[in-house]
């Protein structure tokens, strides 16, 4: 049996949006040609990958084994092919990439391994920094690359390539027996909430939902730091919407519980960007690369959510 990158790279696919047809808006091609595809993988694996509903699919055990398989070949398959083309051993240097901090763990733990097993002579320092404070690093020269939110219309000066497009959810309390079903943007909007400051991206992004909406948010608790807004979700006292990455092991947990957001959603595109002024040495351009990889390593097998930009 031969699993080709593309096959995989589709599973994978059907595996983040949890439905075929969504799947195939994503990799732009027919929903019959991928549901043949993921028929033919099933059947050349002699298992059942997803239970099929009206709601979309659902991974079965051997399913789930596959994707944690498969995620990880393909991350070793691009870092073959990059290691191939850029000589790992013979690049060395120091480089600073921040992130903005509700990412910034979930990638940190997948880069650091990678650096010091396949660049050792990388000194790779990740910083996290809220969205308000993460581009002024970049742009004051503390920082190489930056993972960050809005880079083309917040940074027209420097350089981006878009990396992956994450949506909001509406977080609350986890309460026995609820359910996490949709919920309009309107009435999200009705709880008492915890959000950030005005100059955080997030909450001016949900500011202007709110005013396309004609809705108006109630912000009980204002905070600078996503901690908090946490803690205040967990103990009740208020819920707050946000993009979901941060808050996983909090929900798999069941301290808190995450819904989809709807009519409108909310959603924001994070862009790994860089500074043109002058040519980016081996190290970053190494950096820079490898990101990239380990960002769509991670939502391939569901570490980080949202939908791959290319």
Known sequence: MLMRQRQLSQFLAVCRNRSVSRAAAELNIAQSALSRQITRLEHDMGAELFIRHSQGVTLTRAGQALREEAADLLRRMNDLKLRVKQQSSDVSGDVTLVVITSIASALAVELYPRFERDYPNIRLRVIDHPSDTAAARL?????????????????????????????????????????????????????????PFYGYDLRRRLEEAARNSGTALKVKYETGSINVIGELVEEGLACSIVPPTFWLPRIASGKVMARPLVAPKVSRVHSLGWLPSAPLSPAVETVREVTALSVRSLIECGKLLGILVD
Do not use: C, W
């Open 139 to 195: 742009l004051q020269h503390e920082a190489d690359l930056a993972v960050i939110p809005n880079t083309a219309a917040d940074m027209p000066h420097a350089q981006s390539r878009p990396l992956f497009e994450e949506t909001f959810v509406f977080l609350s309390r986890a309460a026995p027996g609820a359910k996490a079903t949709e919920i309009t943007f309107s009435e999200a909007a009705s709880y008492p909430l915890a959000l």
